[in-house]
């Protein structure tokens, strides 16, 4: 039995990694320190004999006997990491450093969860992984942003100098039960104003694309990842449907049933103006593609939300 640690454990993906794990089979530690997580996304665990939850914040160090690190622990939507943005840069640099010295010590493979935000405003367009990005270092996104490309400059660091066994995937839009009510992503924030009967808040003309990922695909990917014996990475996780903001509205709006109106709003700064993964490295390396289509998926999250809202 391996003993896993997955830092952010009891946020949005986290907990569904948990759970993953658990029924893998292996025995679970799961950090957190409910920044964004929430107790609630885990407490169907608590009872497990091998979960284990311990609250701690990844910028301080943390010792523990492990096989596998999975380091989730990142406020990830805007709201929340423009909250405390000093906070946001500790914790990607801090928290990716801490879980790769605990790595070496243990000799333990360790994933990185990042994000297609290391692309910034693409000028690529489906990005690959080889795209270096476009990121303005200074602007209001640039702690997540930013900071998520250090931390995985400071992976490499480990592997070429440490020889850490480490592996990094890039996570696009993702979306599904669990996900904070509050956390001001669009897929959550369309269903809740939705099912409130509020406005629909669109930002700009609504022309900007996303790519959404039900949780369920991007745990799948996750795992045959940090599985892969031959590949480090960086690999992109999404799906490659492509949507503008006013098609997901309208969905919304559609399977809500809702009277709601949409309302634009000014863009925010430095927000991307189109995000859609190329994913052929993924499925060559990992044989993983998404099977949950946007509808399918948006059923089951609109399901959720009324039960917690």
């Not at 998520?148 to 100098?161: D, G, I, P």
């Amino acid at each position: 039995m391996k003993r896993v640690l997955v830092t952010g454990g009891a946020g949005f993906v986290g907990s569904h990694l948990c759970d993953r794990l658990i029924k893998e089979g292996n025995h679970v530690i799961c950090l957190d320190n409910f920044f964004t997580g929430s107790k609630e996304n885990i407490s169907h665990l608590l009872s497990n004999p091998n979960f284990e939850f311990i609250e701690h914040d990844v910028v301080e160090s943390f010792e523990a006997e492990v096989d596998q690190i999975y380091n989730l622990a990142c406020p990830a939507s805007p709201p929340f990491y423009q909250e405390d943005m000093v906070a946001t840069s500790k914790i990607c640099f801090l928290g990716a450093l801490n879980m790769l010295e605990l790595a070496q010590k243990n000799n333990a493979r360790i994933l990185q969860a990042s994000t297609s935000e290391v692309y910034g405003d693409p000028e690529m367009h489906p990005q690959k992984e080889t795209y270096r990005g476009c990121v303005n270092p200074v602007g209001i996104r640039s702690c997540y942003d930013e900071g998520k490309r250090v931390a995985e400059t400071l992976f490499f660091s480990y592997h070429l100098q440490h020889d850490v066994d480490i592996r990094i995937i890039r996570i696009f839009n993702t979306y599904g039960p669990r996900m904070n009510p509050d956390d001001g992503r669009v897929v959550s924030n369309f269903i809740v104003q939705a099912l409130k009967g509020e406005d629909i808040t669109v930002y700009g003309d609504g022309s900007q694309t996303r790519s959404f990922c039900y949780v369920d695909d991007l745990v799948e990917g996750i795992y045959r990842m940090m599985e892969n014996d031959d590949f480090c990475g960086p690999v992109n996780l999404g799906n490659p449907g492509e949507f503008t903001m006013i098609e997901l509205a309208e969905k919304v709006l559609k399977m809500t049933d809702s009277k709601s109106q949409l309302v634009h709003c000014p863009l925010p700064g430095d927000d991307p103006t189109k995000r859609r993964p190329d994913i052929s490295l993924a499925k060559e390396k990992l044989d993983w593609q998404p099977e949950i289509k946007l509808d399918e998926g948006l059923v089951k999250t609109i399901e959720y939300f009324k039960g917690v809202i």
